[in-house]
């Protein structure tokens, strides 16, 4: 496998300008397509992987590797250990050199500590991969590439706004878009575009109220927090709440929802009025409790209620 580089110590061409200057404008990291440097488990060699024939880009070089790379791992003897499988820049040699390489991690899915001092030595994350003691294939594989062009940049894990942390970036994530932009005290900080979205009652004893209430929705605000709009009511009869008990009502996607069971306001009625509590879970459940055992039918409204959330992890 040989990895011819542009963007070293030497001269760039027609032919290589055209294909280098509108990528490397762009953005600071990125793949040229998703089949490129695309990761599997190599069918023989325990923990190891390869990596496609591709074309990629860092820091102002541009690589293009010619045939499938092998990254071979360290041993595990107990637990799991996330590793992070990168393109290692290194301008120290004359004209300089890329290989493919792993960044050995820990036991948290999280992206390690990287080597980043361009001009010198720096990596590019590509795609992070989860290693269980006992086992000679990875039991996760996490993309952690990044993809540009003239609407911005895509990537395919959340995971990746780590390393893509530059302050005016944008990044598309799935359906969501996000900016690293200052936060109210000057700290740049990762916050979602506005998105609306109904809310998920699936699987519990509630539906939309109807009639003349909204339906129940959830919306993420730039801020980072999420509000909830609409009302909910019973979908099947309910004899009594128990004040000791709590009770699913809906439901928001994990990546919105808080690290930590988090407490939020809620308004209910009945034929009389019952103090209530909301709680949303790191999986994204949202559930209530009443502060005495009621009897009959009751309904939610679930207006003006915020719940901060757990940023993008």
Known sequence: ???????????????QSARFFPRIGGADYGVLDPSHWKLSPHPSTARAVNLSAGIGYGDSVMDSSDSVATVQCDPITSGTRWDMIVARRNWQPLAGVTTFTKVT??????????????GVLAEQPLWLVQWTAGQTQPTAIVDLRCFAGPGGIYANDFLSLGYLDVPGSRVQVGSRAWRYTPDPTGSPAWAVDSVTSALSMTGTPYKNYGGAYAAPSWTVHPSGLISLAGSVGHNVAVVKHDYQKEYQFGAIPAWAAPPAKTPFPVGMSAPHMVQAIGYA????????SVATTAAAELWMSLNACWIARGGIS
Do not use: F, Q, W
């Open 1 to 15: 496998m040989t990895i011819t580089s542009i963007g070293y110590d030497g001269s760039v061409d027609e032919l």
């Open 105 to 118: 991690g820990g036991a948290s899915k999280a992206l390690p500590v990287r080597e980043h001092n361009p």
């Open 281 to 288: 879970y790191p999986d994204g459940k949202l559930t209530y």
